[in-house]
């Protein structure tokens, strides 16, 4: 059985986390790739579309999850299928991974160049549950 983590801690560890997409002197920066993710932090794949995050990028955590704020929409200058995502904050400091589908909803992950890309929802759960 895996390990079990009272939400309160699951909660601080969420805000931790959205404390260090914040870290920054900016916005943190939400970055959407194509082709297979690499391991944790690794070297990236092909780099579809950069998105800004509000000044604050998350809300309040809850029941060991976070949710974020408005994403501005931004043009893509690139085509293909995003897969997965790396988020960082201004400095370029790795944050977190996740994959498109599950942690981060598109308006179509299917990307061409010139299209808006919205992000419908960004939801980040701790799996310590």
């Known amino acids: 059985m895996a390990l079990g983590v009272a939400t309160a801690v699951r ?3 969420m805000g931790k986390m959205a404390d260090a997409v914040d870290a920054g002197a900016g916005a943190g920066l939400l970055r959407l790739y194509d082709g297979t993710r690499p391991i944790t932090g690794g070297s990236v794949t092909n780099l579809l579309v950069e998105l800004t ?3 604050t990028s998350f809300g309040s ?3 060991g999850a976070i949710a974020a704020n408005a994403i501005a929409a931004v043009l893509s200058s690139l085509s293909g299928t995003a897969t997965w995502f790396r988020i960082v904050d201004s400095a370029n400091t790795f944050v977190c991974d996740g994959e498109v589908g599950t942690d981060l ?3 179509n992950a299917v990307i061409a160049s010139g299209v808006l890309v919205e992000i419908t929802s960004v939801v980040l759960t ?4």
């Open 53 to 55: 995050f509000s000044t």
């Open 105 to 107: 909803v598109l308006n």
């Open 61 to 63: 955590p809850s029941s």
């Open 11 to 13: 909660n601080t560890k």
């Open 126 to 129: 701790d799996g310590d549950s």
